[in-house]
């Protein structure tokens, strides 16, 4: 019989023994618990302590959710370890998979994930990223890496941090590159929910002007026809007051802070939008929600739709007059 290996000294098993009840059963098993005395990687850990398991039963240990490290579940194969924490194995259970934070699945398949996004998580990195800044995009290359180390997730469109709603990621960049090279005819159907200031007179209307960037990043129309990127916006009021407008705006292009220009184009600037004129904050937040995104799936070609409501908050305004 071949012996084990020997351990490489870096952590201890401080498992404790079964315990049986008073009536001789033995209790549920309690979790392995291991001690990290050298920095490194969570899987070379795993590898090097679970001696006795092949790399692969090691790999499906994390996948499940069966690894916590220092009490919370985690299933990144390259987690960083550092002296002091306690890396615990649940042989009977699987971890309940981290809660995801200011987002919700909606959709996912091999090919894409379809989220509903909350107001104030960032969609991806800023260009000044803080240390282990929470992203959508962060987390759910988290969460695909749990059955798949290797897999990746890539960005098809964004929301502004403080807009709310739908939003798609392609698992490929074959898939990513398919939807953005065909997202005019792909995407169906792409509306917002906008709350904005003061009573907006015409039922409906359309927006069209050519978008620019100022050098402080911020977005404007342009002076001149073709003079920046086409932008067209259309809107329908839903509901009005003397002080607020509730609309539905459907965008026939997708430029950067679209809607929140031209909604300060026409006098109504998006309640919470200092950046571009607005002097309230009714709802606490930005008055905008991406509720429907509806597309053709680039593999299949069903077409698929997801409306995320209207926010509580945003018909406050009209139930306090």
């Known amino acids: 019989m071949n012996k084990p290996k020997k351990h490489s000294g870096k952590s201890t098993n401080t498992a404790k023994k079964p ?4 009536h001789g059963g033995q209790s549920p098993a309690q979790p392995k618990l291991y001690t990290v005395k050298e920095p490194g990687e969570l899987l070379p850990f795993l590898l090097s302590t679970l001696s006795n398991m092949g790399r692969n039963s090691v790999k499906s240990l994390l996948s499940r959710g069966q690894v916590s490290v220092n009490d919370k579940a985690v299933t990144v194969h390259n987690f960083p370890l550092e002296p002091g924490h306690i890396v615990a194995i649940h042989r009977e259970r699987a971890v309940a998979e981290a809660p995801l934070l200011g987002m919700a699945i909606l959709h996912e398949d091999d090919d894409i994930i379809v989220i509903k996004k909350e107001s104030g998580l960032l969609s991806i990195a800023s260009a000044r990223p803080e240390e282990h800044e929470v992203t959508a995009y ?3 290359m988290t969460h695909v890496r749990r059955t798949n180390p290797h897999a990746r997730i890539f960005v098809v469109h964004r929301l502004d941090r403080d807009t709310s709603g739908v939003m798609m990621f392609a698992k490929s960049e074959r898939i990513q590159q398919a939807l953005q090279n065909s997202w005019q005819d792909a995407v169906k159907e792409r509306s917002y929910i906008a709350l904005v200031d003061g009573k907006v007179q015409k039922p409906a ?3 069209t002007s050519w978008l620019k960037e100022s050098r402080t990043l911020k977005m404007y129309s342009g002076r001149y026809p073709n003079d920046g990127q086409l932008a067209v916006t259309h809107y329908k009021v839903l509901q009005s007051n003397s002080a607020f407008s509730l609309l539905e705006v ?3 292009t997708g430029r950067k802070n679209q809607i929140r220009v031209h909604m300060e184009d026409i006098g109504h600037p998006v309640s919470g939008d200092k950046k571009y004129g607005s002097r309230t904050k009714v709802i606490g937040r930005l008055g905008l929600h991406a509720k429907v995104l509806s597309f053709e799936h680039p593999t299949t070609g069903e077409l698929l739709r997801f409306d995320t409501g209207v926010p509580k908050q945003f018909l406050r305004p ?4």
């Open 138 to 140: 962060r987390q759910l």
């Open 19 to 22: 315990r049986t009840s008073r």
């Open 318 to 321: 009209f139930h306090t007059q």
């Open 205 to 207: 209307g359309t927006v």
């Open 250 to 252: 459907h965008l026939e």
